[in-house]
């Protein structure tokens, strides 16, 4: 059984700070709320395993770091925690304490849309990570018909500006500072 120690959590971020671990899950706060979703399928995590595996050209060459589902990010602003299906910064990226990394020191966060995620990652993180300077985020939807990669990047006044998107199989670049055009044929189930 779960009890609170302490005074009452009055904010999502002190809520989820409070959490004991929670096996099985994975807990962020999104625009105040505490959201619980249960961890992804094998497939969720080979899909975010496949973009690592693409990055580390990049990765080597820059001497960045790319992490599948076990980093936070805390978004500036609210510092609300956000669980990425992948995230990758530079190897100084600051922190929010020792568990999370700053939002505004991450390169790319990529979320892998699953039946509970949809809307929070089509249209939720978007707004969520472009409040929080991420300069990239990729959405990788193979529940979609056709299935979709989208890019986000470029932000202006707190949203992103530039969205394209392919059906998965084809190219998609990924831009500055990654600079690397992406085979989206490895997200195909």
């Known amino acids: 059984m779960f009890t609170l120690e ?13 959490l004991p671990p929670l096996p099985g899950f994975r807990a962020e706060v999104i625009e105040g709320t ?47 925690p956000v669980a990425p299906d992948y995230v990758l910064s530079p190897a100084d990226c ?26 929070r990652d089509h249209e939720e993180k978007p707004r969520l990570y472009a ?16 299935q979709i990669v ?7 006044h707190g949203t992103y500006r530039t969205i394209t998107t392919v059906d998965v199989g084809s190219p998609i670049m990924l831009p500055d500072p990654v600079n690397l055009e992406l085979d989206t044929s490895i997200f195909k189930g």
């Open 150 to 156: 989208t890019v986000h990047h470029n932000i202006q």
């Open 94 to 119: 600051p922190r929010w304490g020792q568990l999370e990394l700053m939002s505004s020191g991450v390169i790319l966060v990529a979320e892998v849309v699953s039946p509970s995620s949809v809307a």
């Open 131 to 146: 409040q929080g300077h991420v300069p990239i985020y990729l959405l990788i939807d193979t529940l979609a018909s056709p």
């Open 6 to 18: 302490g005074p009452f959590p009055r904010t999502g971020r002190e809520l989820f700070d409070a």
């Open 34 to 80: 505490v959201i619980l979703s249960p961890l992804g399928t094998p497939e969720h995590s080979w899909i975010a395993a496949d973009l690592h595996d693409a990055l580390l050209p990049v990765r080597r060459q820059r001497g960045w770091r790319g992490s599948v589902g076990g980093v936070n990010i805390c978004i500036e602003g609210p510092r609300e």
